[in-house]
């Protein structure tokens, strides 16, 4: 199995930054693919970064160029450093990783969300 700790989110003012972190623990042979997706009240859960083992990362158009996505592979860790936050960013937030256990089977992870509110 495969836990996820999501920190970092809270109450934020319009322009403020905010650093999400995501550690991942459990029998992890490797991990491949690690993002975070959001889900405002009445809308559906939707990728915000991915960033692959690699290092190669997407966005939504909505956060580029305000939001960093990395990650920390000998800690099992991926970030999301939210800068310039707009009240449209307001949603419960989800860590999502892909891997693979020992015995080659796949994984897909999420976290338990963690609330980022952006209001004055």
């Known amino acids: 199995q495969v836990q996820l700790v999501e920190s970092g989110g809270g109450l934020v003012q319009p322009g403020g930054s905010l650093r999400l972190s995501c550690v991942a623990s459990g029998s992890i042979f490797s991990i491949s693919a690690m993002g975070w997706y959001r889900q405002a009240p009445g809308e559906e859960r939707d990728l915000v970064a991915r960033?692959?083992?690699?290092?190669?990362?997407n966005y939504a158009i909505s956060v580029k160029g305000r939001f960093t996505i990395s990650r920390d592979n000998a800690k099992n860790t991926v970030y999301l450093q939210m800068n310039s936050l707009m009240a449209e960013d307001t949603a419960l937030y989800y860590c999502?990783?892909?891997?693979?256990?020992?015995?080659?089977?796949?994984?897909?992870?999420w976290g338990q969300g963690i609330q980022v509110t952006v209001s004055s």
């Open positions: 960033i692959s083992s690699e290092g190669t990362t």
């Open positions: 999502n990783v892909e891997g693979f256990f020992s015995d080659s089977s796949v994984f897909r992870s």
